[in-house]
């Protein structure tokens, strides 16, 4: 088999099994790490090589095409290695894998990179993120969905509603942007990415949250739009008319105040229509 299979329990443990094959990720000319793009997620969508974005491919199917494994070898797999990862607090991320590179995130939004033959920590990297904002911000610390590799680059939210980018080789941060008010909530999804732009949201629609769908610039880490899902404050200006005649279907006193609508996770990326389809929350 030449491919790693990789699985999360409910505890801080990166476990790993499968018939590995090491001649897989041998290569003369070892190649950049992260090392992923919009034409190569399309070319591997159907050889499953690796596993370069979250659910596999853009449509996010979650399918590997690999046929290795199948109901007469099944019985052959063992564990290939372990890793125990630093926190008390379960996993819940997909790991990306790349070019033999597992990528993966823990609670507090600590980022691992890990061989992928041997289980052994290349870097790792810790956002230092503050769990004392507010009771919604120390909850979602605990959570992580993972992370997005891109063009060399990893990127990770954290729980104090931040979007992190570090450097694919070394695990470096190079910089770190605002994705909302920690004070009222975190971020725990996984980032996606559309058109080279850094997609994330946030939790919150259980604490009157206002939701929005958030794009940052992937190499500077600057805002390049927000898409609010509901209307906001009808005494300031609205961001779109579409907002605008959507806040003419609402009622009740202070109704705004009520929020709703986040992003917390389900986002796709189209790349034939060049579209973002993606869920909200109550």
Known sequence: MNRVTTLLPLAATLIVIGLLSPERFSMAQPPEPGNVNEARVLADANK??????????????????????????????GLAWSLDIDSAMGMAAEPIEVDGVIYVSAPRSLVYAVDAVSGKVLWKTDPNVK???????????????????WEG?????TGDCRLVAMDAASGRQLWSSQICDPVQTG???????????????????????????????????????????????PSKPFETKALEMAAKTWSGKEWWRFGGGDVWTAIDYDPQTNLVIFGTAG
Request: charged share 25%; glycine share 10%.
């Open 131 to 149: 769990m004392d904002y507010s009771t919604q911000n120390s909850y979602a610390v605990r959570v992580s969905r993972g992370v997005a590799v």
């Open 48 to 77: 499953g090589d690796d596993w370069l974005v979250n659910g596999h491919d853009f449509s996010e199917r979650h399918f590997s095409p690999l046929r290795q494994i199948s109901e007469n070898n099944v019985g052959k797999l």
């Open 153 to 157: 680059k990893v990127y990770v939210a």
């Open 187 to 233: 971020s725990t999804d996984a980032p996606r990415i559309a058109n080279g732009k850094v997609l994330i949201g946030y939790n919150g629609s259980d604490d009157m949250i206002r939701g929005s769908l958030v794009a940052f610039d992937g190499n500077t880490g600057r805002e390049v739009w927000r898409f609010w899902t509901v209307p906001g404050d």
